[in-house]
């Protein structure tokens, strides 16, 4: 169940000299608008190239046959879903990028607060698979830890793919699926797993969550200015 969508709107994705030069005024908003907005839910992120089809994954999961809006250039399109996990109820937003990966970065205030990540790629283009390595070193940087699944999607555009290994995950001892937002192969089993894993990284008292003790510091910091 959907309860609302809305678009954040926040600066672009930049490359490592850009990203060097924004202003602490901006950093400092960026906290704040987190720090103010539900801090009750599980945060779940979709990562990966443009066009590798992430949107059209959380359409089809949550299967409401709207179309969520996208206002802006810069906007991150949010989904509410309100489920249970081991029989609690759980409220998840899973995060689009809306376009921004297509600047080849994305800012971190998307990565801050996740529990959870859906790293996917396009079977049918392989620069998407290469360029996993350079989503999981950005998420490693600004979320480290946090449960990642890796999803091939489009496989209904060729099955023979499914029996072709793909050592990416398996090197980083990730969850691995062969997805068709499509045609909705395990598209509902990827999504039940990572909000599960989100849950239990969000209750589990031994983790170690250093990015954001420091950016709660900076939000204390702006809070006393």
């Known amino acids: 169940m959907i309860t609302r969508t809305r678009d954040l709107a926040v600066p672009s994705g930049r490359g490592r000299g850009d990203k060097d030069e924004e202003t602490v005024k901006d950093r400092r908003q960026l906290i704040m608008a987190e720090k103010n907005s539900d801090e009750?839910?599980?945060?779940?992120?979709?990562?990966?190239?443009?066009?590798v089809g992430k949107s059209k994954l959380v359409e089809r999961f949550l299967m409401d046959g709207y179309e969520p809006r996208q206002d802006s250039t810069y906007a991150l399109t949010l989904y509410r879903h309100e489920t249970t996990v081991d029989g609690q109820p759980v409220s998840v937003d899973f995060w689009d990028t809306a376009g921004q990966e297509r600047f080849?970065?994305?800012?971190?205030?998307?990565?801050?607060g996740a529990h959870a990540c859906i790293m996917c790629f396009d079977i049918t283009r392989k620069v998407t698979y290469t360029n996993l390595s350079k989503w999981w070193e950005e998420l490693q940087e600004y979320r480290e830890g946090i449960p990642c699944i890796v999803v091939a999607n489009k496989i209904d555009l060729d099955m023979k793919v499914t029996k072709k290994t793909f050592n990416f995950a398996a090197k980083r001892n990730l969850p691995f699926y062969f997805v068709s937002a499509s045609e909705g192969t395990n598209v509902v089993k990827v999504f039940k797993e990572a909000i599960s894993l989100g849950y239990h990284y969000r209750h589990d008292p031994n983790k170690s969550d250093f990015f954001s003790e420091v950016m709660d510091l900076l939000a204390e910091d702006v809070k006393e200015k």
């Open 40 to 51: 009750d839910v599980i945060k779940v992120i979709l990562l990966g190239d443009s066009a």
């Open 104 to 112: 080849n970065s994305m800012h971190p205030s998307y990565y801050y």
